[in-house]
């Protein structure tokens, strides 16, 4: 269970109502209707203006260099960067296929660009490599049926997924990286959905307008629904557009009424405690080392399959492992389990650590990371997942889980780089942690005090 609370409202001169959003910093953000565009921070300034766009939904985007990607009325693609004066075509119009919405990634700096046929009213998704060159097009499932009709809006989750707002079908569909259909949403049983703006927020859930419903409705990453944090009973009508800023961990909605936009924090009630918690705010709280160099060595690792090696190395005693032994065996197996990787096997599963630099410090037969820089980012880039969470309490050593993990309401200090727990991992931390919890600093967290002291 879930929700939504109000912490601002702001109107948006230069546009008439809200149907997309897309963030540059916390307090700068990219709004449009369906003929301008403007930049305006949390005031409500004009700080940008843009017209000549595209009469569409999703519109726009901005990448990792901060720059505004937006389609423009004749179906080109422009990249405007406001701080060089530039602004250039990035990729043609090419009929008779139409660009309907972009979504720039914000783990590897791929563009994804929906896109319909003006003929036979198809879709389909296109992704870019950040040079404007085509590297895949996703389009149908196994058994050749199209995916698409009229993509309005997508985006993708943290694991990857490629997540399409289908007007035309009423759906959400869903394709993992490679472009596989994992599933079709079309709404609870018994309801039609009307999708419009789309989003995923620090947990991987994904939230999505529905203008029949009048709400904002909240879904696993697998497509199972699970509330609408955000109903006529709110408040709210008329939503359309949908922005989460990742760094303050607050959903921006917009209104297809008026040039409104509400600005909310989502509080999550634990299936098992029923109590609300808290997710580690890793862009927020460790801006330090969450710095362009960084994000991009780890992102590299990531496209190169590296992601268990580095859970692997986090697990282990002093953030390390020693190839010549064999101990670190059974907790790599255990993470390839819980994430589908490959199992070990001395053939395959460590060769090449050549390419994990500049992340790895290889001296080996040792392997580490090259740095506490890049080991709190890599810790960092898995600790939103619950799952990652439940095997590092389950495996890693105890001094690891000591210096990381804290409980749900434990009150952070300056300068401290933690990760708060989820409330149902916090019996799990207690045990874990043994004696040691007596002297653990998340002892200051009343609920875990009493617990423990009575």
């Known amino acids: 269970m879930s929700?939504?609370?109000r912490q601002r409202l702001i109107r948006v001169p230069g546009v008439s109502v809200v149907v997309h959003i897309s963030h540059v910093t916390s307090d700068r953000?990219?709004?449009?209707?369906?003929?301008?565009?403007?930049l305006t921070n949390t005031t409500g300034d004009i700080l940008h203006h843009l017209t000549g766009i595209a009469d569409l939904w999703g519109v726009h985007t901005v990448n990792r260099d901060g720059e505004l990607i937006y389609i423009d009325s004749e179906y080109?693609?422009?990249k405007l960067s406001i701080e060089n004066n530039t602004n250039i075509t990035f990729i043609k119009h090419t009929a008779p296929w139409e660009a309907w919405s972009v979504y720039s990634s914000p783990s590897n700096g791929d563009l994804l660009v929906g896109m319909r046929h003006t003929y036979s009213k198809t879709g389909k998704v296109n992704r870019y490599n950040n040079s404007g060159q085509h590297i895949q097009t996703i389009k149908h499932n196994d058994?050749?049926?199209?995916?698409?009709?009229l993509p309005i809006y997508l985006t993708e989750n943290r694991n990857g997924d490629v997540i399409v707002s289908d007007w035309k079908l009423g759906a959400l569909v869903v394709t993992d990286r490679e472009?596989?259909?994992?599933?079709?949403?079309?709404?609870?049983?018994?309801?039609?959905?009307d999708p419009r703006g789309v989003c995923t927020d620090a947990l991987s859930h994904i939230l999505v307008c529905d203008t029949y419903a009048f709400a904002v409705e909240l879904l696993d990453q697998d497509g199972n629904s699970l509330s609408n944090v955000l109903t006529t009973q709110d408040g709210q009508r008329f939503q359309c557009g949908l922005g989460y800023d990742d760094r303050t961990q607050l959903l921006w909605v917009g209104s297809d009424f008026d040039n409104t936009v509400d600005i909310h924090r989502l509080t999550y009630k634990d299936s098992l405690t029923g109590m609300p918690c808290r997710v580690c705010r890793s862009s927020e709280d460790h801006s330090e080392y969450d710095c362009t160099g960084v994000r991009k060595s780890l992102e590299e690792i990531h496209m190169k399959g590296g992601d268990a090696v580095l859970m692997l190395i986090l697990l282990c005693q002093s953030y390390r492992i020693n190839l010549e032994e064999e101990y670190w065996?059974?907790?790599?197996?255990?993470?390839?389990?819980r994430f589908n990787f490959k199992k070990y096997d001395k053939e395959s599963s460590l060769v090449n650590l050549e390419k994990y630099r500049p992340v790895l410090k290889l001296d080996l037969p040792v392997v580490s990371f090259s740095s506490d820089l890049f080991r709190h980012a890599s810790f960092f880039r898995f600790a939103g997942d619950p799952n990652f969470v439940d095997v590092f309490l389950t495996c890693a050593e105890k001094d690891n889980v000591s210096e990381y993990c804290r409980s749900w309401l434990y009150p952070k200090k300056d300068g401290e780089i933690?990760?708060?727990l989820l409330p149902r991992h916090t019996r799990q931390l207690i045990d874990r942690l043994g004696e040691d919890i007596y002297t653990h600093p998340t002892l200051d967290d009343p609920i875990v005090n009493e617990v423990v002291l009575g």
């Open 329 to 337: 065996i059974e907790k790599y197996n255990v993470v390839a389990e």
């Open 179 to 193: 472009g596989r259909h994992r599933f079709s949403y079309k709404g609870q049983p018994g309801y039609s959905l």
């Open 418 to 420: 933690i990760c708060w």
């Open 143 to 149: 058994s050749g049926e199209e995916l698409y009709l």
């Open 29 to 38: 953000v990219w709004i449009s209707d369906r003929s301008n565009i403007v």
């Open 76 to 78: 080109n693609i422009h």
């Open 3 to 5: 929700r939504a609370v």
